[in-house]
């Protein structure tokens, strides 16, 4: 299973596998079109169990532009946002980062309980 890497190339950032390399957009954008700097995921009772999830109180703080730069995707993930492409249309923000953004965040939530929000 091919798996895209993130690379910045200045403020800018790119999932790139082998020879493919699809720009995301500013890093920035990105921030911006998530909401914040920081994205909060809550855990119910039963998935605080987990040992991975070191939190008390059943809230995890992600910081977003570190995630978007260091986590990598499937392939799946990155055909779906490769057909938007990098005009200003939505919120004033390119396509693209918006949708990327969205999907970021959707990950996320699967990570949390089913009534989770940012």
Known sequence: MKRYEPVCDGETLFLVAADDR???????????????????????EKQRTQPWLDTDDGVLEIDVRESVTTLTHTGEFVSGIRDY????ERYG???????????????LERQGANDSGS
Do not use: K, N
């Open 22 to 44: 699809v720009e995301v957009g500013a890093i920035d954008d990105v921030v911006a079109a998530v909401g914040s700097e920081t994205y909060t995921i809550e855990y119910d």
């Open 93 to 107: 923000l390119p396509r693209r980062t918006v949708e990327f953004a969205d999907r970021f965040v959707d990950v």
């Open 85 to 88: 492409d990098m005009t200003t």
